[in-house]
Antibody, heavy 125, light 114 residues
Framework: QVHLQESGPGLVKPSQTLSLTCTVSGGSINSGDSYWSWIRQLPGKGLEWIGYIYRSGTTYYKPSLTSRVTISLDTSKNQFSLRLTSLTAADTAVYYC?????????????????WGQGTLVTVSS | DIVMTQSPDSLAVSLGERATINCKSSQTLLYFSNNKNYLAWYQQKPGQPPKLLISWASTRESGVPDRFRGSGSGTDFTLTITSLQAEDVAVYYCQQYYSTPSLTFGGGTKVEIK
């Protein structure tokens, strides 16, 4: 059973950059059978996929966030990270890291089968 | 992007009664090559991350009670809780994974006890 745990600051000032790390245990991010993803949940609202990364380093981002987001891997630590720049209050959310298994022969992403507990990030001065 | 629309936003159901949640996608989620619908359902309880209940529109994950049933195809899908239990109070989300790499979720349906 894979376990994911987010870490990073809970409070970030407007215009600054958010950096979060996800530590994976019980499985390898180098396994090749999954994408490693960041998803956020705005207060009292639904879920928004931010992007994910494959073991090769290939990344996919939500188009509306692509200019501000970077996801990277550290296979030596079995971690992956999120960097989100130019923060505003609208980025205040619970940020989840998650595993998204490949679902078919196309290499399509499947449903999210494992989630971290989530970390609340508040953007405020 | 594929837009996922859930209805209703919330519903209150008596214990033991049926709860029905609808999810509509803006384009088909049925992939012709494998005849599978790329649609999942999640349950989220307060303070917890979502939990995957159903994938491929109707396949329950291991350990999910059989009172949770997914149905539908193409653009219209339904999650039915056949006999609501107290522990089923939660918000339920549908999610498409057809338009890989993008993933999109419905807005959620809150289920409460009447």
């Amino acid at each position: 059973q894979v376990h994911l745990q987010e870490s990073g600051p809970g409070l970030v000032k407007p215009s600054q950059t958010l950096s979060l790390t996800c530590t994976v245990s019980g499985g390898s991010i180098n396994s090749g059978d999954s994408y490693w993803s960041w998803i956020r949940q705005l207060p009292g609202k639904g879920l928004e996929w931010i992007g994910y990364i494959y073991r090769s380093g290939t990344t996919y981002y939500k188009p509306s966030l692509t200019s501000r987001v970077t996801i990277s891997l550290d296979t030596s630590k079995n971690q992956f990270s999120l960097r989100l720049t130019s923060l505003t209050a609208a980025d205040t959310a619970v940020y989840y890291c998650a595993r998204v298994p490949l679902s078919d022969s196309r290499g399509a992403a499947g449903p999210v089968d494992s989630w971290g507990q989530g970390t609340l990030v508040t953007v405020s001065s | 992007d594929i837009v996922m629309t859930q209805s209703p936003d919330s519903l209150a159901v008596s214990l033991g009664e049926r709860a029905t949640i609808n999810c509509k996608s803006s384009q088909t989620l049925l992939y012709f090559s494998n005849n599978k619908n790329y649609l999942a359902w999640y349950q989220q309880k307060p303070g917890q991350p979502p939990k995957l209940l159903i994938s491929w529109a109707s396949t329950r994950e291991s350990g999910v009670p059989d009172r949770f049933r997914g149905s539908g195809s193409g653009t219209d899908f339904t999650l039915t809780i056949t006999s609501l239990q107290a522990e089923d109070v939660a918000v339920y989300y549908c999610q498409q994974y057809y338009s890989t790499p993008s993933l999109t979720f419905g807005g959620g349906t809150k289920v409460e006890i009447k």
